[in-house]
Nanobody, 115 residues
Framework: QVQFVESGGGWVQPGGSLRLSCTVS????????MTWYRQEPGKERELVAI????????YYAPSVKGRFAISTDFAQNTVDLQMNNLQPEDTAVYYC????????WGRGTQVTVSS
């Protein structure tokens, strides 16, 4: 059974940083490209970043490029998202998943950026 458990969200002031982590079970993050998405209330889920099975980042949404960094830990079977210089528009619930997208989603982790 595939499961994604996201953690690390919280409240931060503009310019601050957070590190999100996704604990994956049922699959190995070394065998699938992994993704982070985010979703604001009333909007569609947005792809934020993709990391390849090699551990190299493959894609960043233009709005986060240069501020966010996706990585995988093969030993821990986790996918992390380091988020720097956070802005109010980054406020959303963040989710992880794989490529191809699995129909199971975790609960996500809320990130709130405000002063």
């Amino acid at each position: 059974q595939v499961q994604f458990v996201e953690s690390g969200g919280g409240w931060v002031q503009p310019g601050g940083s957070l590190r999100l982590s996704c604990t994956v079970s049922g699959i190995s993050v070394s065998e699938y490209a992994m993704t982070w998405y985010r979703q604001e209330p009333g909007k569609e889920r947005e792809l934020v970043a993709i990391v390849e099975t090699s551990g190299m980042a493959h894609y960043y949404a233009p709005s986060v490029k240069g501020r966010f960094a996706i990585s995988t830990d093969f030993a821990q079977n986790t996918v992390d998202l380091q988020m720097n210089n956070l802005q109010p528009e980054d406020t959303a619930v963040y989710y992880c998943n794989r490529v191809p997208q699995h129909n199971t989603w975790g609960r996500g982790t809320q990130v709130t950026v405000s002063s």
